[in-house]
């Protein structure tokens, strides 16, 4: 199990589930608009600790295509491991959206847009 730490909440997820599942499902608003296919970057987060080393290659690609490298990251394209310590960048509430966008599915898709 990982531990996440985010929007001071401490809670455990699955090693290998989506960043962003684990912390909607720990009850903690964040958003994912393009239902989790590295392509709005709203499931921004930034680390405190615990980064991956890694990029998944649709997370590396639009953090490129942005100039965003090395700024946030796309909480829809890591997988938990460890101990992960994350602030929530962009949350439904500061937005006043209706929802906070298509439930990203359980396991990244393999192919690379």
Not at 21 to 26: H, M, T, V
Not at 91 to 111: C, Q, W
């Amino acid at each position: 199990m990982a531990t996440i730490t985010a929007a001071g909440k401490t809670f455990e997820a699955p090693d290998g589930q989506r960043l962003t599942l684990a912390i909607k499902d720990a009850g903690i608003d964040i958003l994912h608009r393009c239902g989790g296919k590295a392509k709005c970057t709203t499931c921004r987060v930034e680390f405190n600790a615990g980064e991956p080393d890694t990029y998944h290659p649709r997370e590396k690609a639009k953090l490129e295509s942005g100039g965003n490298v090395g700024q946030f990251r796309l909480s829809c394209h890591i997988l938990c491991e460890g101990h992960m310590d994350v602030n929530v960048l962009q949350t439904m509430t500061s937005t006043g959206l209706a929802d906070p966008g298509p439930r990203p599915a359980d396991e990244i898709p393999v192919e690379v847009d």
